[in-house]
DNA sequence: TGGCGGATGTCACAGACTGACATGACTCAC
DNA sequence: GTGAGTCATGTCAGTCTGTGACATCCGCCA
């Protein structure tokens, strides 16, 4: 299987570049085309140029292709609520935690894509809800090194991805009327509202 | 493996009873005598006394034998939603789920043994997530029963079962100091102070 | 020139699950 | 009591996921 190719160089590479890439963009549309549980790895990797082997090599398993950017989230929540002023109340650490995100969901069409093959499937839901939990600990981390105690911290952070999730399905289900910040922020409000009812 | 054995009245049968009960058993002992990835259904099936098939024939997978109990719970939650008095406020109706759940809650070291083995795996932990996340939406369903439109209902439901899954938490931790359904109740004040706040 | 490291391939295999069919004890209608 | 049907289980063959061990070959550097 070894595909000789050129490179911008000109010179000769035992392999096409980016395999990762090409892995991850055959994986999404063959989910999309045929169903998750339809699609094996070895049509991935038939349709990347590359072996199954590979594939695991860059993907711990079939479901992790979907979440490579969480990682990434939880960074950015993380730094929101450590860079939050110093006066702001844990809600209001999670609350700029929220809108940070902002930044990550810009393509909805995307996101929605995504989003539907998660739905399909329970074991991409079971996966996609250890990722937000790795984020509620994330977050709990951060509002502790604010010297917030528990189980403030974890009341707070949960939640808070409450929110996140609310906010992000209400962004896929609207459309464009409305962006993820701005929805974040309204539930935030409503949640308050219902707390101290 | 056709195993004859004497009946309670004497009759020959051609199986042992319970072989699911015996399944159920023999998974949760290896589990933790040998841990969770390292148990193979086959080493379970011998345990048991029947083959691999009829172990999947009453479970689906090798994690569901610990959340045999989950869709009672479920059950509980909801039905106390529902019959909460039709005064209560949404976070008021969960209170009530949140209190239901301590009639199921009374073996401490059942359950701290049987959290030790999922802590101990990250498959067991996204499972437990998603249980987690099924009596979110009984919760939201009850509610919106009771005329809880969205998000209140999600954003009620969610909280409540965050403040459940750390008043659990607490509970296996503390010990015997505090009941688990004395947990949740101090809880569900400390996250309305937070909210407030 | 020759050795080294990195990305990939090749192979062999264990283990989770599934579908199709077989078996034999029980049960009920007649 | 006999024959059909049902139920729990067994048997078997197979697919797919995921992993470990080792081979290959390119590009780089001394």
Not at 72 to 92: C, S, Y
Not at 129 to 149: E, M, N, P, S
């Amino acid at each position: 299987m070894s595909v000789a190719v050129i490179k911008y160089d000109g010179r000769m590479t035992r392999w096409q570049p980016d395999s990762r890439g090409r892995l991850s963009k055959a994986a999404t549309e063959l989910y999309l085309e045929r169903g998750f549980s339809q699609t094996t790895v070895a049509q991935i990797a038939e349709r990347a140029g590359v072996t199954e082997r590979t594939f695991f090599r860059y993907f711990a398993d079939k479901r992790e292709v979907l979440f490579d950017g969480s990682s990434r989230l939880q960074e950015l929540m993380a730094d929101a609520v450590i860079n939050a002023p110093a006066t702001a109340r844990p809600l209001d650490a999670v609350g700029a935690a929220l809108d940070a995100c902002g930044a990550v969901f810009v393509d909805l069409e995307y996101s929605q894509s995504r989003q539907a093959i998660i739905d399909s499937d329970p074991s991409l839901q079971e996966r996609e809800l250890i990722k937000r939990d790795r984020l509620v600990g994330a977050i709990v981390h951060a509002l502790q090194a604010r010297g917030v105690t528990e189980p403030t911290a974890s009341l707070a952070a949960q939640t808070g991805i409450g929110i996140f999730h609310v906010a992000f399905a209400t962004w896929l289900a609207e459309g464009t009327t409305r962006s993820y910040s701005e929805i974040a922020r309204d539930l935030l409000t409503e949640l308050r509202t219902v707390a101290a009812a």
